[in-house]
């Protein structure tokens, strides 16, 4: 157990949202370090891959969820959050980009610059893996929901017409950055499944106990850290996956 927070790990070091703040603290669960001051809710903090910048969604307790925007924030000296527009989650592309999800679809933003360019469309949340060669987008629409994968040339061409399924349902997935795999908890299940990427069958790793969708692995994909669940809001970390 890591303590008593709300929220995810995030790859080598360890960053978590409670209900009001962010904070990061050390691998034995000591040490918490407050990256944020105010009291607003704050979901999905994700690092950059040279780990000098965390994104995460905020909004103020008596908003909906879906006017969360995104906030970024160096990791050393956190400063005032700078807000990067609307948005549900931010995962990183590479050190300098990364990914907005929307209901409106999913887009590419920068550190350094303003605008974004859109990747996908309504209800597709999207992120390119595999050095951008490929994209896996989880599809919201009725009937299609699911995880699917396809090049970006053809996602560029025809958006995900041409995708192929990778999962049933709605699923979070993480694709550790040193490995070509990518990893999901069927909903409703505790079991970790892995997807060698970008066209390896699905196959199950094991089940941890209390463990739901929401779940952050390391680099290499042999620790896995995650909420044991929404009640108890207690953080466990596993260091040998494969054991």
């Known amino acids: 157990p890591l303590g008593k927070y709300g929220g995810l790990p995030a790859q080598e070091i360890d960053a978590i949202s ?19 001051d105010d009291y607003s809710f704050k979901n999905s903090p994700d690092w950059s891959p040279d780990e ?19 906030f970024l924030i160096q990791a050393d000296r956190p400063g005032q959050p ?5 948005g549900r989650r931010a995962p990183w592309i590479s050190d300098n980009e990364f990914s907005v999800w929307r209901w409106s679809g999913t887009y590419k933003r920068s550190i350094d610059q303003p605008e974004c360019t859109r990747i996908s469309e309504d209800s597709v949340f999207a992120q390119p893996v595999l050095d951008g060669k490929y994209v896996v987008g989880l599809d ?16 560029s061409a025809s958006g995900m017409a041409k995708a192929r399924r990778l999962t ?8 550790p950055r040193k490995t070509r795999d990518m990893f999901y908890v069927p909903l409703g ?10 066209d390896g069958k699905d196959r199950f790793v094991r089940s941890f106990p209390g463990l739901i969708v929401y779940f952050s692995m390391s680099r290499d994909a042999r620790e896995i850290a995650y909420t044991e669940n929404y009640r108890k809001m207690r953080f466990v970390l596993i260091e040998d996956v494969f054991r």
């Not at 000098?52 to 879906?66: H, L």
């Not at 009725?142 to 970006?152: H, M, P, S, V």
């Open 18 to 36: 409670t209900a009001r703040n962010s904070y990061v603290m050390n691998r034995a669960g000591g040490n918490a370090r407050k990256l944020t």
């Open 52 to 70: 000098k910048w965390i994104t995460y969604s905020g909004r103020q307790g008596n908003e909906p969820e879906d006017s969360s925007q995104i």
């Open 82 to 86: 700078r807000p990067m527009g609307q």
């Open 140 to 155: 919201w629409h009725a009937g299609r929901e699911g995880l699917l994968i396809t090049t970006a040339a053809s996602l």
């Open 168 to 175: 049933q349902g709605l699923s979070y997935a993480v694709f």
């Open 189 to 198: 299940t505790t079991e970790l499944h892995r997807i060698p990427l970008p």
